[in-house]
């Protein structure tokens, strides 16, 4: 399974085919990706909305560089 040809969100932030894979795993329904989009509105994580098959999913996932915001939360609760 390859990145879907209609995302507009940057490959590097899922690998679809290791997300294919722990999908089958859970026993979700098989397909392929054919909509994925970036929803908007979060500084920390990102949270995409994704189809599969005729399924509709929101997967939320840590940001691949540190925001400032997610930096000073960490630091206060070691505090």
């Known amino acids: ?17 290791a997300l294919a894979r722990w999908m089958d795993d859970q026993g979700l329904p098989p397909g392929d990706f054919t909509e994925v989009t970036e929803l908007t509105g979060g500084t920390q ?18 940001r691949l560089h540190a925001h400032a915001i997610g930096l000073l939360t960490q630091a206060r609760s070691l505090i």
């Open 45 to 62: 994580n990102v949270m995409l909305r994704l189809r599969r098959g005729d399924q509709v999913y929101v997967l939320r996932r840590r």
């Open 1 to 17: 399974m390859s990145t879907p040809r209609s995302s507009t969100v940057d490959p590097a932030l899922v690998d679809f085919t």
